[in-house]
């Protein structure tokens, strides 16, 4: 049979709480491989969820564990969920993992990614990885954060391959200079270091003055 089950229901009452399918368990007692929801095909599961369980001594059987087979080449799709948000707070999350009611993972309704820890995505075009960032492409250049933790200093590269100092940018063109500094006014309180464009002049903060650079 093509169908074992198919089923049709229409949501149509905004008072409403709908389940599509529920199921009461009344779980007085069970092994620890007891599973809620079991799809197997031959005698390889693809789907499980199993029951709200403690995880002890050597035990790392997942909570979820799902299976896939791609053998095409068209584009396969893993997971997805489609929601109709025709209206939501802004605080909206598609995704919420926690671990002990503290949120470990998030994705936003507008696809912003939060990772609390060590979070690393992609591999050959860039990842973000305890810290430390990278966004590659061979076409465009390199934008390219170092923290302490990988070679003792925060650097910034920007379309270079390698770091040359805390901050390396790439060569100048005759379309592109090394940097532009954008007019502005002059900070309240400038700090020793602190270097801007007032429109007219360059200036810098140096031992609680300011100074104007004098071009020649």
């Avoid at 910034?156 to 940097?179: D, E, K, N």
């Avoid at 007019?183 to 309240?188: E, I, R, S």
């Amino acid at each position: 049979m093509a169908n074992i089950y198919d089923m049709t229901d229409t949501w149509n009452a905004s008072g409403t709480t709908f389940s599509s399918i529920k199921m009461t368990v009344t779980n007085t007692a069970y092994a620890a491989a007891s599973q809620l929801v079991n799809v197997v095909t031959g005698s390889t599961q693809r789907f499980g969820v199993r029951a709200p369980h403690n995880a002890l001594g050597a035990d790392v059987t997942p909570f979820l564990n799902m299976e896939d087979v791609w053998n095409t080449s068209g584009n396969a799709i893993g997971i997805k969920y489609n929601v109709t948000a025709t209206a939501s707070g802004s605080s909206s999350l598609v995704m919420q993992l926690q671990v002990a009611g503290s949120n470990v993972f998030t994705v936003s309704k507008n696809g912003a990614v939060t990772a609390i820890s060590n979070m690393q995505v992609g591999a050959a075009s860039g990842y973000i990885w305890g810290g430390r960032s990278i966004l590659a492409s061979p076409a465009n250049g390199t934008v390219r954060m170092t923290n302490q933790a990988e070679n003792g200093f925060t650097s910034l590269q920007l379309g270079t391959a390698t770091a040359a100092g805390f901050l390396s940018v790439p060569a100048a063109t005759t379309a592109i200079p090394h940097m532009n500094l954008t007019a502005g006014v002059a900070p309240t309180s400038p700090a020793n270091g602190d270097i801007w464009f007032d429109g007219t002049d360059i200036k810098m903060r140096i031992g609680g003055v300011t100074k104007t650079f004098t071009l020649i």
